[in-house]
């Protein structure tokens, strides 16, 4: 079955930069966008931004310009959401999830929660 | 704030019949598909709804989607205890190229 597993939970310091993973199985890895949302504690889904596994090409939103990059390993199955300069809202939930036409995000991954504290 | 709006929450007694709307633009609601995804507590998001009113395998057809114009709509008929959960819709933006997400509705099964 088609399945999404991410990396574990991390503790991070202010300022730090945070790389979470999101491994696939159960389909063609290349085939599909892979995209990253978060939601900070009692908040709601917030679209980070998106790879295409085949190019490697990216497009991310607006409010994660120039602290996100998207990149992916395609021998493994594996892409990855690196964060960096990080600050105390960024505290969330990560998520991965495949891809599909317009706003077609399944499935998800478990999620990676994100802790940044001093 | 997102520009997609729906009600904080909404509350139904078990057998009832809920609707969450979910209101946008031209450029997002008025030209694309919209989706929804239900969040059962401590779960990821799961696709409930897409292409505006289609069910993928799975989903019980109590829930059921439309759209008109530049808003939508969830139904959950039957109401069940455990369909409580927080609901997104979701949609592709033209203008910012990319997709968003409502704000969220909390459904509360009294």
């Known amino acids: 079955q088609v399945q999404l597993v991410q990396s574990g939970a991390e503790v991070k310091k202010p300022g730090a930069s945070v790389k979470v993973s999101c491994k696939a199985s159960?389909?063609?890895?290349?085939?599909?966008?892979m995209h990253w949302v978060r939601q900070a504690p009692g908040q709601g889904l917030e679209w980070m931004g998106r790879i295409n596994p085949n190019s490697g090409g990216t497009h991310y939103a607006q409010n994660f310009q120039g602290r996100v990059t998207l990149t992916r390993d395609t021998s493994i199955s594996t892409a990855y959401l690196d964060l960096s300069r990080l600050r105390s809202d960024d505290t969330a939930v990560y998520f991965c999830?495949?891809?599909?036409?317009?706003?077609?995000?399944?499935?998800w991954g478990q999620g990676t929660l994100v802790t940044v504290s001093s | 704030q997102s520009v997609l709006t729906q009600p904080p929450s909404a509350s139904g007694t078990p057998g009832q019949r809920v609707t969450i709307s979910c209101s946008g633009s031209s450029s997002n609601i008025g030209s694309n598909y919209v989706y929804w995804y239900q969040q059962l507590p401590g779960t990821a998001p799961k696709l409930l709804i897409y292409r505006n009113n289609q069910r993928p395998s799975g989903v019980p057809d109590r829930f059921s989607g439309s759209k008109s114009g530049t808003s939508a709509s969830l139904a959950i008929s039957g109401l069940r205890s455990e369909d409580e959960a927080d609901y997104y819709c979701?949609?592709?933006?033209?203008?910012?190229?990319?997709?968003?997400f409502g704000g969220g509705t909390k459904l509360t099964v009294l």
């Open positions: 979701a949609v592709w933006d033209d203008s910012l190229s990319g997709p968003l």
């Open positions: 159960g389909y063609t890895f290349t085939g599909y966008y």
């Open positions: 999830a495949r891809g599909g036409e317009g706003a077609t995000f399944d499935p």
